[in-house]
């Protein structure tokens, strides 16, 4: 078992900057692709970004990209999500999780992914 915990939301203007950390708990943290998920109101949940196990690769939506990135830390069990040039369009609670694999992709399907937390919110006032 994994156990993850979001943290970093709230509330921010557009144009603003939050970053969201993801502490992990339980196995190897190493071991596992690290995604990042959100899902606004009324919307399915989808993809945002990921981080390859051992950081070397990522991958993120183009809705995001060039705005939002991804690292992680496997010394201390977190990943991170910094996300830049907010807009309003981005509020949406957001996921992170983990994928256990077994190569150095980057996992982008949400049902490969086997761990979730619990998420956090993330509103931009226009």
């Known amino acids: 078992q994994v156990q993850l915990v979001e943290s970093g939301g709230g509330l921010v203007q557009a144009g603003g900057s939050l970053r969201l950390s993801c502490a992990a708990s339980?196995?190897?943290?190493?071991?596992?692709?690290m995604g990042w998920f959100r899902q606004a109101p009324g919307k399915e949940r989808e993809f945002v970004g990921g981080i390859s196990k051992s950081g070397g690769r990522t991958s993120y939506s183009d809705s995001v990209k060039g705005r939002f990135t991804i690292s992680r830390d496997n010394a201390k069990n977190t990943a991170f999500l910094q996300m830049n040039s907010l807009k309003p369009e981005d509020t949406a609670v957001y996921y992170c999780a983990a994928s256990y694999v077994v190569d150095s992709n980057v996992v982008t399907t949400t049902p490969a992914y086997d761990y979730w937390g619990q998420g956090t919110q993330v509103t931009v006032s226009s």
């Open positions: 339980g196995r190897t943290f190493s071991l596992y692709c």
